[in-house]
C-alpha cells in the first residue's frame, strides 16, 4: 500500500484508551492493542481508502482517545 | 374552547413522570411508548423513582454519550444524588471497580483488560463454537419443546465464563448449578445468595491455588496482582465475581430474546440463516445489540460539578440517569429506528454503555453473540415457538431485563 505523502493524520492518547478494542474492529489496518488490550496506533498517515474505517473507529471509540486531524 | 371564554387555563406544571415506564403490552420489544414520547418532547427532564427521589433523564442519543463520557459525573452508587435501582428486588450491591470513579477504576479496570483484547478473544472463539454445538447436540438429541432459556441460553455464558476464568472441567457442573440459581426465576432470595456465596468462595479458593500454580488463564492473572500487593485477595475475589455476574445473565438474555425477536421477524431471520455472506452475522449481532434492550433501567450518575447541557443546567448532586434503548432507537441516528434490519450499519449503538466505564466484555459478549445467532438457527432450521406469543413472560422488573422462559419446538 502506498502512504500518502499529505492528507489527515490520527492521533490516538493512550493514557485515555479503556481498552475497548473497538478501534482493532473497526480499522485493523490503522490499530491494534498491546498486551493490556491498550490501543497502539500502527499506521498515523492512512491511505484514503482506510479513512472511512478511522472515521467509524474515532465514532466508536468510548474514551474520544482518536482523533482525526484533517488538514 | 372553554379558555378563550374564561380566560387562560391556570398553569399546572406536568406531573413528573415516573421511572420506570411500562412497555406497551403488545410490544415487549420496543421502548416504552412514554420514552419515545419524552425524547420528542422533553429530551432532559426529571423524573421520579420508588424512592421519590428525582434525577434527570436523559433520553436523545447525543446527549446520552455526551454525559457518560464526561469527567463530571461518577460511578460511585454513594455519590450525592446518585439515582437508586432499589426496586422489588432489592437494592444493588457494590461490586468492584464498574461503581468506583477513576484512578482507583482505571487502576483496576486495567488489571483484567488483557483477556478481552480483540485477538486474544478471537482465539476463543473454537471453544465458544464447540460449546454452542455441544449444547445444540444436547437439544437435538433431547425431547422437544425445551425452555431455551434452561437448555441454552444460560448454559452458553456460564461455560464460556469458565473457558475464560480458567475453571477446571471437573468443577463445570457444580459452577453452572450455583450459577443458574444465582438467576433463577424460581429461587428465594436466601437461595440466590446462598449460590453467590458457594461461587464467590470456590472462585477465592481457586485463586488461592492460581497464586500457588499460575497458568495461562484470567485467575492467573488476578492472582498474579494479589501476589505483587496490587490487590488483596478479597478485592480479587470481588473482580472475578464481577465478571461472572456482568457476562451471564445479560448474555443469556440477548440470546433468548434475539431468538424471540427473529421468530417474530422471519424475513430478518431467513436472511440470517440463509445468507452466504460472513459479515451478516457481525451486522446482526449489531443490530440486535441495538434493537433490543436488556440493561432497561439505565445508567445512572451522580453529577459532580454543574453541566451545562441541551439547554438545561444538570446541577452538582443531582442524579442522571441514560437510557440506552430509547438512544438506540434515536431517529436522528438510526433511521426508521423501529425496524429491525439485519443488514443495516448499527455499530455506533451503546448498547454496552459509553464513556470510561463501557462494557469490558463486550468484545467477547460479540464473538458469542456472533457464534449462537450464526449457528443455532441453522442447525435447528424450523425452530419455533412452542407457546403462544402472548404467553411468553417478560422480566419487567429484573435488573436485567429479558424472558423467564422461552418455550421451543423443531
Excluded at chain 2, 63 to 88: I, N
Excluded at chain 2, 129 to 155: K, T
Aim: charged content about 25%.
Amino acid at each position: 500500500m502506498t502512504r500518502p505523502m499529505s492528507g489527515p493524520t490520527v492521533e490516538l492518547e493512550s493514557d485515555k484508551c479503556v481498552a475497548s478494542g473497538q478501534c482493532v474492529v473497526a480499522a485493523m489496518q490503522v490499530f491494534d492493542q498491546d498486551d493490556d488490550g491498550i490501543a497502539i496506533l500502527l499506521d498515523e498517515r492512512p491511505a484514503p481508502a482506510l479513512l472511512d474505517d478511522v472515521r467509524e473507529a474515532v465514532a466508536v471509540c468510548p474514551a474520544a482517545a482518536i482523533r482525526l486531524v484533517e488538514r | 374552547m372553554a379558555d378563550t371564554l374564561t380566560g387562560p387555563v391556570p398553569e399546572v406544571p406536568d406531573a413528573i413522570p415516573e421511572f420506570p415506564m411500562p412497555r406497551a403490552a403488545r410490544c415487549p420489544l420496543d421502548p416504552p411508548p412514554a420514552l419515545r414520547d419524552l425524547q420528542e418532547r422533553a429530551p432532559l427532564t426529571k423524573v421520579r423513582l420508588r424512592d421519590g427521589s428525582e434525577p434527570w433523564l436523559v433520553t436523545r442519543y447525543a446527549d446520552q454519550r455526551a454525559l457518560l463520557g464526561d469527567p463530571r459525573v461518577s460511578a460511585d452508587t454513594d455519590s450525592p444524588g446518585y439515582p437508586s435501582k432499589a426496586g422489588p428486588e432489592g437494592g444493588e450491591g457494590k461490586l468492584s471497580f464498574i461503581m468506583m470513579d477513576d484512578p482507583e477504576h482505571a487502576r483496576l479496570r486495567r488489571m483484567v483488560t488483557a483477556p478481552f483484547a480483540v485477538k486474544r478473544v478471537e482465539a476463543l472463539r473454537p471453544a465458544v463454537q464447540r460449546i454452542v454445538d455441544d449444547l445444540i447436540d444436547g437439544l437435538l438429541a433431547g425431547p422437544a419443546p425445551v425452555d431455551l432459556v434452561e437448555e441454552f441460553a444460560l448454559p452458553v455464558p456460564s461455560l464460556v465464563i469458565c473457558e475464560l476464568l480458567g475453571v477446571p472441567y471437573d468443577d463445570h457442573a457444580f459452577f453452572q448449578d450455583n450459577t443458574r440459581t444465582m438467576v433463577h426465576r424460581d429461587a428465594t432470595p436466601e437461595q440466590r445468595g446462598r449460590a453467590a456465596r458457594e461461587v464467590a468462595g470456590y472462585l477465592s479458593a481457586l485463586i488461592g491455588r492460581r497464586i500457588a500454580d499460575p497458568r495461562e488463564d484470567l485467575l492467573s492473572g488476578i492472582a498474579a496482582r494479589v501476589t505483587a500487593g496490587e490487590i488483596d485477595h478479597g478485592q480479587a475475589t470481588e473482580m472475578a465475581l464481577l465478571l461472572l455476574i456482568a457476562g451471564h445473565e445479560t448474555t443469556a438474555n440477548m440470546i433468548a430474546l434475539g431468538t424471540l425477536a427473529l421468530l417474530r421477524h422471519p424475513d430478518q431471520l431467513a436472511l440470517l440463516r440463509e445468507s452466504d455472506d460472513p459479515g451478516l452475522v457481525t451486522s446482526a449481532v449489531e443490530e440486535l445489540l441495538r434493537y433490543l434492550h436488556i440493561t432497561h433501567l439505565g445508567r445512572r450518575r451522580a453529577v459532580t460539578e454543574d453541566i451545562e447541557i441541551g439547554g438545561r443546567l444538570l446541577r452538582a448532586g443531582e442524579g442522571v440517569i441514560m437510557v440506552n434503548e430509547v438512544a438506540n432507537r434515536d431517529p436522528e441516528v438510526f433511521p426508521d429506528p423501529d425496524r429491525l434490519d439485519l443488514t443495516r450499519d448499527a455499530r455506533r449503538h451503546v448498547a454496552f454503555g459509553f464513556g470510561v466505564h463501557q462494557c469490558l466484555g463486550q468484545p467477547l459478549a460479540r464473538m458469542e453473540l456472533q457464534v449462537v445467532y450464526g449457528t443455532l438457527y441453522r442447525r435447528i432450521p424450523t425452530l419455533s415457538l412452542a407457546c403462544s406469543p402472548d404467553d411468553v413472560r417478560f422480566k419487567h422488573d429484573a435488573f436485567i431485563y429479558g424472558v423467564h422462559s422461552l418455550p421451543v419446538a423443531w
